[in-house]
T-cell receptor, first 110, second 117 residues
């Protein structure tokens, strides 16, 4: 059973554009929703995270929008840059366990 | 602060051979995770340790995979015998432990890329 579903699988965005990645979750017990960024040959690294009692969190060009009633959350990358090209994973967390989405490969064209 | 260390970085073996991976978590991190990441997929939890005890190994193929975390610090993951479908990146991660608010951030190592021929 996949507890976190992520879309799209891949995304191509022009430099300066907005990248949007969506996730939906099943488990209402999740109490922490991180996004990870992974470059080829590297392990995932935490990018930004949110608690379900907040509807939006912004850090620089990265924003998480959270809709608790719809059990959905999304990552927005404003002014996307070629250096943002990576694979992004969303996750849900509870009881010290993380459940990952399947990943989105982002390619930002110069 | 040193990150999560893993070795080797790459390993190529024949099917039915055995292989072992090593992980040294961030100092003071009580929770250690081993994940399997197949190309194009998200990390899948294999086993989770809290100090030197197993918290969850429900998705570990116990007929061929084993893991230990002696003394609650570094850990080894072993596969014996390996199958073709075990080809993947094996990621180790660590965190402070449960109930740390946003301090329950996971830190990942660089991973070991295993190819089974």
């Amino acid at each position: 059973q996949q507890q976190v579903k992520q879309s799209p699988q891949s995304l191509i965005v022009q430099k300066g554009g907005i990248s949007i990645i969506n996730c939906a979750y099943e488990n209402t017990a999740f109490d922490y929703f991180p996004w990870y960024q992974q470059f080829p040959g590297k392990g995932p690294a935490l990018l930004i995270a949110i608690r379900p009692d907040v509807s939006e969190k912004k850090e620089g060009r990265f924003t998480i929008s959270f809709n608790k009633s719809a059990k959905q959350f999304s990552l927005h990358i404003m002014d996307s840059q070629p250096g943002d090209s990576a694979t992004y994973f969303c996750a849900g967390y509870n009881f010290n366990k993380f459940y990952f989405g399947s990943g989105t490969k982002l390619n930002v064209k110069p | 602060e040193a990150g999560v260390a893993q070795s080797p970085r790459y390993k190529i073996i024949e099917k039915r051979q055995s292989v072992a991976f090593w992980c040294n978590p961030i100092s003071g991190h009580a929770t250690l995770y081993w994940y399997q990441q197949i190309l194009g997929q998200g990390p899948k939890l294999l086993i989770q340790f809290q100090n030197n005890g197993v918290v969850d190994d429900s998705q570990l193929p116990k007929d061929r995979f084993s893991a230990e975390r002696l003394k609650g610090v570094d850990s080894t993951l072993k596969i014996q015998p390996a199958k073709l479908e075990d080809s993947a990146v094996y990621l180790c991660a660590s965190s402070l432990g449960p109930d740390r608010g946003l301090g329950n951030e996971q830190f990942f190592g660089p991973g070991t890329r295993l190819t089974v021929l």
